[in-house]
C-alpha cells in the first residue's frame, strides 16, 4: 500500500515517544516533506522499529539518535544512526542471522532475533541494508528502499 514515508517515521518516533525524547537527544531529519513509498505497513514498521529500539537498547542516556529520511525519485533511505557501544568487526558477518549477539552485550538482555527480522523485511521490499559502526563510538545503519517494486505494482492494478 502507499505509505507517506515523512509522517510514518514520526508516528513511530512518536511511538518511542518518551524514551526518545526524555532520555535521549532524537533528531529525525528528511529531505523532503512529503514521500510516498509503496510499502507493507506492518513490515517497514517492525524494520524502523527494531533498528531504534536497538539504537536505544546500545547507546548510554542522553546521547545522540538520530533518524535520517532521505528520498529521490526511485528509492526511499533511512539511516538509523547512534553513539552507542558499537559493533565489534569480526561480528558484523553474523549481524543478520537469528540468535546471534555480539560479545560486547553480554550484560545487556536480548534474543538476537530484532536484526534478523530486519534483514527479512528488507529482502521482502528487494531492498538493501548496510552498517557501519566502530566500537566504543557508535553505529550508522542504511536501510534503501526502492519506493515501488516490481511486485506492489502488479497489485496495484
Ligand atoms: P532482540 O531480539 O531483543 O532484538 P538483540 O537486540 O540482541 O535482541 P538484534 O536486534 O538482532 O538482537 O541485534 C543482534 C546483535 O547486534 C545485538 O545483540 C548486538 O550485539 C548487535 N547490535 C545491533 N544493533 C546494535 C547497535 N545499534 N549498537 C550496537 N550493537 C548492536
Ligand atoms: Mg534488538
Known amino acids: 500500500t502507499p505509505i507517506e514515508v515523512v509522517s510514518f517515521c514520526q508516528e513511530i518516533a512518536e511511538s518511542?515517544?518518551?524514551?526518545?525524547k526524555e532520555q535521549y537527544e532524537f533528531s529525525f531529519i528528511t529531505n523532503t516533506r512529503n514521500c510516498i513509498a509503496y510499502l507493507d505497513e506492518?513490515?517497514?514498521?517492525?524494520?524502523l522499529n527494531n533498528l531504534l529500539s536497538n539504537a536505544v537498547k546500545y547507546s548510554p542516556q542522553g546521547s545522540v539518535i538520530s533518524l535520517i529520511?532521505?528520498?529521490d525519485e526511485?528509492?526511499?533511505?533511512?539511516?538509523?544512526?547512534?553513539?552507542?557501544?558499537?559493533i565489534p568487526l569480526e561480528f558484523q558477518e553474523k549481524l543478520f542471522e537469528p540468535f546471534q549477539r555480539a560479545n560486547n552485550v553480554a550484560k545487556i538482555p536480548g534474543t538476537g532475533l530484532g536484526l534478523a527480522i530486519v534483514k527479512r523485511c528488507v529482502d521482502l521490499h528487494q531492498g538493501t541494508i548496510?552498517?557501519?559502526?566502530?566500537?566504543g563510538q557508535g553505529t550508522n545503519f542504511v536501510v534503501t528502499l526502492p519506493l515501488r517494486t516490481i511486485t506492489s505494482m502488479n497489485e496495484d492494478k
Open 130 to 135: 548496510s552498517v557501519e559502526s566502530i566500537p
Open 69 to 71: 529520511l532521505t528520498c
Open 16 to 20: 518511542l515517544g518518551s524514551i526518545l
Open 42 to 47: 506492518q513490515l517497514a514498521w517492525h524494520l
Open 74 to 86: 526511485n528509492t526511499v533511505c533511512f539511516q538509523i544512526k547512534d553513539q552507542g557501544i558499537g
